[in-house]
């Protein structure tokens, strides 16, 4: 059994005219999902929205006060070149928040024998979000508070967080720079955005950039060479994934060339490893993905190997 969560108020963060992360990409997501029946079968998991205080987890408290002072009535108010408010972007963020720690919690206790994994269909995304710094579409890393929510529980001691979107998480790798019971992967195109985070080195941080054009091959390659060592010798109990597709081929913001298989491959990749330390625990959060027709067929794709 696989569990499956989302929350309307992802819906009510509204951007600026032509921005990619706009509401439609979810909109667009739920409906795919729903008329293509790859919703049946699935355990629809209820969430409610996070505090502020489960964000301060990870973020400084001024990043977090900032940006509740900063929400507008009406309106959008810009928080970097490429990020911006509206009256429902920080319920949203919220509920991102709490759609993932209901996922881990369902996963590690309210799921039965049998439901073992989750896909969390929310924005906007988080991996960007640093601990004192909201940036690159991302308010709150929301995979990080999950992560750190996780660790609080006496049945998790390790876990490993796996991104393979085609943007580096700088935000996951400098939340847990110094936190070696977080193990972090990231696949992701360089150079590209964010241009930074790449470059701390710790040996629980392991980053595998691909140049522009790599293909699925160049990617499994960087997996099985990269992340599957890494695995086998941190033996994470639960697995997380900032899970973006926007490394697909068909993507606007990327130039990697991904197919639906390349995901199907990598999440079985993640399952295989989670069988083998984790229970076969793994929590999967929408990331990037920005072309709709190729972000639907490719979450179609990870919802059919999560099984």
Aim: charged residues 20%; aromatic residues 6%; proline residues 7%.
């Amino acid at each position: 059994m696989v569990g499956f969560v989302t929350h309307a108020a992802c819906l009510e963060h509204l951007v600026l005219p032509g921005h990619p992360e706009r509401p439609e990409r979810l909109a667009f997501l739920l409906a795919q999902l729903k008329a293509g029946g790859h919703l049946d079968g699935l355990d629809q998991v209820p969430c409610a929205a996070a505090s502020l205080e489960d964000a301060a987890r990870v973020h400084d408290a001024r990043l977090v006060q900032w940006l509740e002072a900063s929400s507008p009535d009406d309106g959008l108010v810009r928080v970097d070149p490429d990020t911006t408010m509206s009256s429902g972007s920080l319920g949203a963020a919220l509920a991102c928040i709490g759609a993932a720690t209901a996922a881990v919690d369902w996963v590690l206790t309210g799921g039965g024998p049998t439901g073992r994994r989750a896909f969390c269909a929310i924005r906007p995304p988080g991996h960007h979000a640093e601990e004192a710094a909201a940036m690159g579409f991302c308010l709150f890393n929301t995979v990080a508070i999950a992560a750190d929510l996780a660790l609080a529980r006496a049945d998790v001691e390790r876990l490993a967080i796996l991104d393979f979107d085609v943007h580096h998480g700088n935000g996951t790798v400098d939340i847990f720079r110094d936190r070696p019971e977080v193990l972090v992967c990231s696949t992701f195109q360089f150079p590209h955005y964010p241009g930074r985070g790449h470059d701390v080195l710790r040996p629980h941080l392991v980053h595998s950039p691909l140049p522009p054009g790599s293909t699925g091959s160049d990617f499994r390659r960087a997996v099985e060479e990269d992340w599957a060592p890494a695995l086998r010798a941190h033996r994470p109990d639960l697995i997380l994934v900032s899970a973006g597709f926007d490394a697909h081929e068909a993507d606007p913001l990327g130039d990697l060339r991904l197919r639906e298989a390349d995901f199907d491959w990598v999440t079985r990749f993640i399952v295989d490893a989670a069988e083998q330390s984790a229970q076969g625990r793994v929590v999967s959060a929408l990331e990037g993905g920005y072309d709709l027709p190729a972000l639907a067929a490719s979450v179609e794709t990870h919802l059919a190997a999560l099984r």
